[in-house]
């Protein structure tokens, strides 16, 4: 196991994982102990909270904390590409889309949309008739939750949204009691 304790090596990996990535293979060579060994470590750190990031390169620290913002929107079927554009080509993740149902109250499902690649994904399987939009169960009104690095990336994505005519206005759409 190399000559450190496992805590002490945990300690030393999180210091050595940064913006460039490093692999487990390199990780491994440098602690003395198996890729395998190397890959249990980084799965301990992340139970413990550590915001690691794995890549095709490699490791690599991840975001510390992403603000997120929730948008009230209403579009088209076929506007739902332009949507997601926006949002990822800001710099957003699209984390979710949420619809108040009259009877079953919210519905919520995750999206994890952060690139146009799966954006297109998405969009394929809806027009691929695997399933309808969410949105369609309450006259296209619907919510999402969108993360981003900072405050101001969120602010780009809703003047973009306004400007797209896809924002919602406050209490629109909502049924009187």
């Known amino acids: 196991m190399g000559g450190m304790n496992g805590e002490a090596r945990r300690r030393n990996i999180l210091g050595r994982i940064g913006g460039a990535p490093v692999t ?6 440098l602690f003395g102990v198996s890729r395998q060994g190397i890959v249990q470590d980084v799965a ?12 095709n390169r490699g490791y690599v620290a991840g975001a510390q ?11 088209s079927d076929e506007e739902t590409r332009g949507e997601l554009f ?22 919520r499902a995750s999206m994890g949309i952060d690139s146009r690649l799966k954006a297109e994904a998405f969009i394929a399987q809806i027009e691929g008739g695997k399933s309808a939009l969410l949105k369609n169960v309450t006259q296209s009104y619907h919510c999402h939750t969108v993360s981003a690095e900072s405050e101001a990336v969120l602010s780009l994505i809703e003047k973009k949204l306004a400007e797209l005519g896809f924002l919602a206005a406050e209490g629109e759409g909502e049924k009187k009691e």
């Open 44 to 55: 301990l750190l992340r139970a413990e909270g550590a915001q690691i990031v794995s890549t």
């Open 65 to 75: 904390k992403r603000c997120t913002r929730v948008f009230k929107v209403r579009h």
């Open 86 to 107: 926006a949002v990822v080509d800001a710099g957003g993740c699209v984390e979710d889309v949420s619809v108040h149902h009259g009877i079953y109250g919210t519905l």
């Open 24 to 29: 487990a293979t390199e990780l491994s060579a």
